[in-house]
Structure formats: structure tokens, C-alpha cells
Nanobody, 125 residues
Framework: QVQLVESGGGLVQAGGSLRLSCAASGRAFSTYDMGWFRQAPGKEREFVAAIRWSVTNTYYASSVKGRFTISRDNVKSTVSLQMNSLKPEDTAVYYC??????????????????WGQGTQVTVSS
């Protein structure tokens, strides 16, 4: 069982930056792949970024590649999402998610086992 708590959301102007953090409690955090997803009003939840349990590989949606960076600290049981050059279309509730380690990463919502409660990110134009 893993409990996830996100923080760091807020209101920022277009072009600005925010850093989201996700604190995990429970056992064996280092064996979980971690992901960030987001959901805008009226839209489905979508993949943003993922990082493998081994920290060696990261993956990004094309819409955020080059602007967002995912990282994790397996000692502190945290995963972060640094978001730069934010755009109004990045406005959404952002969710941290954990997936039991497997042989490959996943961008699929239904393949993640645990979710945080979400944190709101609003980017004004």
C-alpha cells in the first residue's frame, strides 16, 4: 500500500514556473514507477510524465517535453515535477501516481495502482 500527497500547485502567469512535489508513505517506494497525470475540466485524465523505479529513465508527453522535468528521490520517497514555460493550456488538476514496477513504463491511467488527491495548477494568460 502506498499513500501519495501532492503539493506545490497554485496560480502562475504564462511563462512562469511551478514545482510540484509528491510525498509517498508506505513500503518499498523505490520499487514503484511514478507518474504525473493531469485533468482539465471536461477532459479525460492524461499522461504528463513518468520515471522508472530505477531512476534511469524518464518519459514525457509531447505537449510538455522540453518544459517539464520529472525527478525522484528514493531515499526521501518523493517525486517532483518541475514545470517551466507554463502555458494556459497546462491548467489542470495534477495527480501523482504509483505503479508497481514492471519491465516497461506506462502512460495509461488504468495501469497505475495508487493515486494522490491532486493539486490545482492554474496558468493565467
Amino acid at each position: 500500500q502506498v499513500q501519495l500527497v501532492e503539493s506545490g500547485g497554485g496560480l502562475v502567469q504564462a511563462g512562469g514556473s511551478l514545482r510540484l512535489s509528491c510525498a509517498a508513505s508506505g513500503r518499498a517506494f523505490s520499487t514503484y514507477d511514478m507518474g504525473w497525470f493531469r485533468q482539465a475540466p471536461g477532459k479525460e485524465r492524461e499522461f504528463v510524465a513518468a520515471i522508472r523505479w530505477s531512476v534511469t529513465n524518464t518519459y514525457y508527453a509531447s505537449s510538455v517535453k522540453g518544459r517539464f522535468t520529472i525527478s525522484r528521490d528514493n531515499v526521501k520517497s518523493t517525486v517532483s515535477l518541475q514545470m517551466n514555460s507554463l502555458k494556459p493550456e497546462d491548467t489542470a488538476v495534477y495527480y501523482c501516481a504509483a505503479r508497481r514496477g514492471s519491465s516497461s513504463y506506462s502512460a495509461m491511467v488504468n495501469e497505475y495502482d495508487y493515486w494522490g488527491q491532486g493539486t490545482q495548477v492554474t496558468v493565467s494568460s
